[in-house]
């Protein structure tokens, strides 16, 4: 696994933290090329992000199940461009369930809809002119908040596997979480299997904030949600 790549502040933690993988998950990620995102994508997240600006972690569960969505963050599909269309969410968005939801939940948050109408209709009467328009102008909008986008599991292979590869990058998470103590950032849960984070590692230390994953349309109603994205102004140029 490539770790020249991943900025500087990240080195001895990330390193030390992937040290602690099963000999067997190790040998696994370094001879194996079925999984994705590919090798030298997994670690995105530690390439953008310096480890001092962290103040949160947002888990999700593992990567898109599509190669051309993985990208190494947790809820940046790559294969989306454009957020929005005339119509309202464009075609990328609207087919990417839990970012769909998401999209709708800040523009909740925004005051720019009703919680009784969050339609395509609705969407496409908005003025757009100070919105962000790209799924990378997202992914850098979380990161001026020092959101780290980190998934539970960092590969994907296929849906069974799923439980096996969350089990496998525990340890990682483990050490991650332990050198990221002192800075004791605030860890988002997105779903079941990122609360399950809460009976395999030592949280007591952190402060978590439970949600329900995107994809539940009970998301965009969510006050967890509501009260930690709020503030961050995601869609804003």
Do not use: C
Request: hydrophobic fraction near 40%; avoid cysteine.
């Amino acid at each position: 696994m490539p770790l020249a790549d991943i900025h500087a502040s990240w080195h001895p933690i990330v390193s030390e933290a992937y040290t602690s993988l099963g000999e067997g998950y190790q040998t696994f990620l370094s001879e194996d090329s079925s999984y994705f995102p590919a090798k030298e994508n997994v670690l995105n997240v530690f390439k953008t992000l310096p480890k001092q600006e962290v103040k949160y972690i947002l888990f999700g569960q593992d990567p898109y199940p599509r190669v051309q969505s993985a990208s190494g963050y947790a809820f940046i599909d790559k294969k989306v461009q454009s957020l929005f269309s005339s119509t309202g969410l464009s075609k990328e968005v609207n087919r990417a369930t839990s970012l769909r939801n998401f999209i709708k939940m800040a523009l909740v948050v925004r005051g720019d809809l009703r919680l009784e109408d969050t339609s395509q209709e609705a969407i496409s009467r908005l003025d757009k002119t100070h919105m962000i328009d790209s799924i990378d102008a997202l992914r850098l909008n979380f990161e001026k908040n020092g959101v780290l986008l980190l998934n539970t599991a960092l590969i994907f292979t296929d849906k069974k596997s799923s439980a096996q590869h969350i089990r496998g990058w525990r340890p990682f998470m483990r050490a991650l979480l332990q050198a990221l103590e002192p800075q004791k950032p605030q860890l988002i849960l997105f779903g079941a299997h990122a609360a399950e984070l809460k009976k395999h590692l030592a949280l007591e230390h952190f402060q978590s904030i439970e949600m329900p994953h995107p994809y539940n349309q009970s998301f965009i109603t969510d006050e967890n949600a509501h009260k930690v994205f709020a503030p961050m102004k995601l869609l804003e140029k």
